[in-house]
């Protein structure tokens, strides 16, 4: 039997479009999300006895711990994990509040830690965890002061762990994913989309495509690795053209 896959933030975006990418791709797949209108409009569309939904906040241990302790209980032990930051929040340094970084450091930091230790007590044989990020978090963005400091500390913390656990079975990889329409619609401070170097945002479906890769068997001597799922804005950033 396969081992189960848990996407933490899975009720929508790119969350949900990782889960449906899984569950084509035949993992049995729990959903956790802390938002319950979210996640009851998830549980509608997807008619699938190997699926299930789970209302948690994923920055809290305890509620992590009993989410996960459902998931063993309804679909085995767990092989997979994936954990989208969802904190973007645009805003200069000077108006970024000491609030606002801790929101950012719990939502994109701390609640991907707890996963990742709820999923190592939990995991069978092997286990495979990506960490969904932002390209915020690989060089200097105006206005994401926030959201680059917790996106930098998530690619660290994926390079640790899979240094840490590596020699378990275990591997740790992390995705810089670029704008999503989604994304940019709710964000004032984002890239226009006729400046991206492919002239538009990324789909959800593939930063989940990615995401696939990085679990399955063809990744399994990929470890400890940050990638770019960004369109080429990065490197247009990096080489001095405007994007």
Known sequence: MRHSAVVIGGASGIGLAVAERLISDGWPVAMIDGDAAALAAAADAIDNDDVVFIEADPTDEDNVAEAFDQVVDSLGLVGGLVAVAGFDRHASAEDTSAEMLREALDVNLVGPFIAAKAALERMGASLSIVNVGSVAG????????????????????????????????????????????TEAAGNGGGVAARLMPQGRYAEPEEIAAAVAFLLSPEASYVNGHTLAVDGGFLAAALSGDRA
């Open 138 to 181: 690989l060089r200097a963005h105006r206005g994401k002061l926030a959201v680059a400091a917790s996106q930098a500390g998530l690619k660290l913390m994926a390079e640790v762990l899979a240094l840490e656990a590596g020699n378990r079975g275990v591997r740790v990889n992390a995705i810089a994913a670029g704008p999503t329409e």
